[in-house]
């Protein structure tokens, strides 16, 4: 028998992009967009074309790619929204009406009939002018249910070609979803989707529950980005469905990773290191029975393989690590140590571990040195770092380092004095190897104006990652130090060829 299949709209760039403190530009926007239809997904929401100049000109770029998802435009029940719409030459339209009596009454202060005799129109107009129609009922989770499936059954009979379901404030559970959702199925003879928020953390419990109920299309958003507490996380929905309820969708897995970092790149909304599926820590382990576990046999400690989803384990050396993920990482690195060794290595890390800080590899790499012995050479030196900042001036830093034999100067502007001396290295670095900057952290150790502060930043050459530290009570030179530390942990571990 062949599996359930159902259909993926990702609303990223519309709902996702109201997430508070977000804002993408049209280029942008293309480039998640090809990303999307790459990735698999069926439906893109592109925006609401009535938004903004920028706007209509993101979706007709969109529109216009050559992309095989269908590209619609949010538009609520407005003649004027759905030739916004129609300027941006897209295949379909969200069109959205309010049908809860707080909404009606608060929101539009209009009565059920005249809500209703909006949303036919507007359902006809779109029809008239070619488009496909997916009629959403915005609060349909706190609407009455006659109400709701009165707009339904009208949309459909002008011409609407499928219907939402939104828990516009995330208030439905697994089990009144499913009720609500098998009662819209049962009415209507069009596609159900499901609009699920987290307000509560159950939007994917609740976007599951709809499917099982007979949905055939969810609204989704990468790294669950949205209104409030978001929408439902497509990677998670995914996953769920594809990993325990034998639905199909069209997502190529392996792409999920590498969509939420360029959806993290480009709206600057950090994902948790803790997020489902895709955050940093989601195939991290450091406690010693778990890596332990993970180095026997990784299905122990994990539900599915990091690489089924395009992420990587990794193996974090803390406080709580066992000698046997220790020697792991060093038979790893291609070094044959004794057991003294590794019980030394051992201590040192978790005498490390105990200051309440992570060991970065830069930190592991040094303690290895010390004790087996190994020589390390720095390949990047700074010799001088100048930077200027204040009230009228754009933070701007000029730095000199010697890259091997060869004194190098650059500069780098910035939005501060930090970010101005990184990228003035970053430029040497980038300009000599191919090291990029993929994280960086800050915290300071002690309070008040004098705090001692610590920088860690994540450095990869595209094969490799590390991490590294620098300590300082300058914040400039904490960074900068930390930038060189990483570095010369790349490109040492690159001179000498081997694994590390
Ligand atoms: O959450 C919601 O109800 C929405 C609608 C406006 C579609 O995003
Ligand atoms: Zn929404």
Redesign the pocket.
Known sequence: MSKRSIKILDTTLR?GEQTPGVALTPEQKLEIAKALDELGVDIIEAGSAITSEGERQAIKMISNAGLNAEICS?TRALRSDIDAALACDVDSV?L?VPTSDLHLQYKLRKSRGEVKEMALDAVRYAIEHGLTVEL?A??ASRSDLTYLKEIFLSGIEEGAHRV?V?D?VGVLTPERAYELFAEIVQTVDVPVAA?C?NDFGMATANTVAAVRAGAQEVHVTVNGLG?RAGNAALEEVVLALTQFYDVETRIQLKKLYEISRLVERHTGMPVSPTKAIVGENAFSHEAGIHTAGVLAHPLTYEPIAPEMIGHRRRLVFGKHVGSHAIENELRRMGLEPTKEQVREIFEQVKKLGDRGKMVTDAELRAIVDAVMGRTFEEIVKLEELTVVSGNKVTPTASVRLRFEDKQVTESGLGVGPVDAAINAIRKVVEGMSNIRLQEYHVDAISGGTDAVVDVVVKLTDGKRIVTARGTSGDIIMASVQAMLNGVNRLLWDRKLGGSE
């Open positions: 709902d949010f969200h959205v959403s915005e609060d939402c939104c516009t609009h928020h209104e």
